[in-house]
């Protein structure tokens, strides 16, 4: 059996159509929806992911402010920009871009953002929400995961699901989403010595523990859907955590990397400001 490939780059492109319907209805009614992207200090990996986010939301018709800060800046002045930005009722949606230079709390930071704005579903508060089973904001790649999986027609109800690697963005907001559903999970950390045992019990296999290729084909079974969350740089090639061509024959359904998940990123950031929008028109009428 071929397997699908389950392609982010086509769904996101797809998204990014519908959501340009969305900011026009948005204006019509009178809204500009506004993302402020805030970044600090000069890495150039978070200069390029803030690059293409405000690329994408002006191809949405999006309004991006770009908040870039010095590295020396206190986390004083990085909560006041915070505090601003949320009583600032034309800012949709706020999305600090992480990892923030050494001696700034990443924690005190996006807790800061108010739920009503943390579109990219970040904060302390905002899991908690998704734990209890309250409309939130989903973390950009917890709703990328849905989304892809559903857009292909792969229902995610009553599956084993099998995360591997309990990040912050990842791995623990999806299992609370998970929580909610009527589906069984299991969650083992990256480095746990019987990881092969719990991949072979899945279902459905997200995949986030950092190394390439850690999951290979002997450690999954017949018709696995396989969500490879991996980005691992050697030169200027990236590998997924997942052997996509020994794991492929072998799955009913795979992501690949590049190309997977990681280009539904942005447009499920863009997608949740635009919800954020909407919110504040209900709240007016």
């Given at each position: 059996?071929?397997?699908?490939?389950?392609?982010?780059?086509?769904?996101?492109s797809?998204?990014?159509?519908e959501?340009?319907?969305?900011?026009?209805?948005?204006?019509?009614?009178?809204?500009?929806?506004?993302?402020?992207?805030?970044?600090v200090?000069?890495?150039?990996?978070?200069?390029?992911?803030?690059?293409?986010?405000?690329?994408?939301?002006?191809?949405?018709?999006?309004?991006p402010?770009?908040?870039?800060?010095?590295?020396?800046?206190?986390?004083?002045?990085?909560?006041?920009?915070?505090?601003?930005?949320?009583?600032d009722?034309?800012?949709?949606?706020?999305?600090?871009?992480?990892?923030?230079?050494?001696?700034?709390d990443?924690?005190?930071?996006?807790?800061?953002?108010?739920?009503?704005?943390?579109?990219?579903?970040?904060s302390?508060?905002?899991?908690?929400?998704?734990?209890?089973?309250?409309?939130?904001?989903?973390?950009a790649?917890?709703?990328?995961?849905?989304e892809?999986?559903?857009?292909?027609?792969?229902?995610?109800?009553?599956k084993?699901?099998?995360?591997t690697?309990?990040?912050?963005?990842?791995?623990?907001?999806?299992?609370?989403?998970?929580?909610?559903?009527?589906?069984?999970?299991?969650c083992?950390?990256?480095?746990?010595?019987?990881?092969?045992?719990?991949?072979?019990?899945?279902?459905?296999?997200?995949?986030?523990?950092?190394?390439?290729w850690?999951?290979?084909?002997?450690?999954?079974?017949?018709?696995?859907?396989?969500?490879?969350?991996?980005?691992?740089?050697?030169?200027?090639?990236?590998?997924?955590?997942v052997?996509?061509?020994?794991?492929?024959?072998?799955?009913?359904?795979?992501?690949?990397?590049?190309?997977?998940?990681?280009?539904?990123?942005?447009?499920?950031?863009?997608?949740?400001?635009?919800?954020?929008?909407?919110?504040?028109?209900k709240?007016?009428?």
């Amino acid at each position: 059996m071929v397997p699908i490939i389950l392609d982010g780059r086509k769904t996101a492109s797809k998204i990014v159509d519908e959501l340009k319907s969305w900011t026009e209805e948005l204006k019509e009614r009178g809204v500009t929806p506004k993302l402020a992207l805030v970044m600090v200090g000069d890495d150039k990996y978070s200069k390029r992911y803030v690059k293409m986010k405000a690329r994408l939301c002006k191809k949405v018709g999006v309004k991006p402010l770009v908040h870039h800060l010095p590295a020396e800046t206190t986390q004083l002045d990085l909560l006041k920009l915070i505090e601003e930005l949320n009583k600032d009722p034309s800012v949709h949606g706020i999305m600090v871009q992480l990892p923030l230079p050494k001696g700034l709390d990443e924690l005190a930071t996006v807790e800061a953002i108010s739920p009503k704005k943390d579109v990219d579903g970040l904060s302390p508060a905002t899991l908690g929400k998704i734990l209890m089973g309250e409309e939130c904001f989903l973390p950009a790649g917890v709703e990328a995961i849905i989304e892809l999986l559903r857009r292909y027609g792969i229902e995610p109800e009553r599956k084993h699901w099998v995360i591997t690697g309990l990040s912050n963005i990842v791995g623990k907001p999806l299992a609370a989403l998970l929580a909610n559903m009527d589906v069984t999970f299991t969650c083992c950390q990256a480095d746990n010595p019987d990881l092969a045992k719990y991949t072979r019990e899945a279902d459905v296999l997200v995949v986030d523990v950092e190394r390439k290729w850690a999951v290979t084909a002997d450690m999954v079974k017949k018709d696995v859907v396989v969500v490879d969350n991996g980005n691992n740089y050697e030169g200027n090639k990236v590998y997924g955590d997942v052997d996509f061509e020994g794991v492929k024959d072998i799955a009913s359904a795979i992501t690949p990397v590049p190309g997977g998940v990681g280009p539904l990123l942005i447009a499920m950031l863009i997608r949740n400001t635009l919800k954020a929008a909407y919110m504040t028109l209900k709240r007016k009428s």
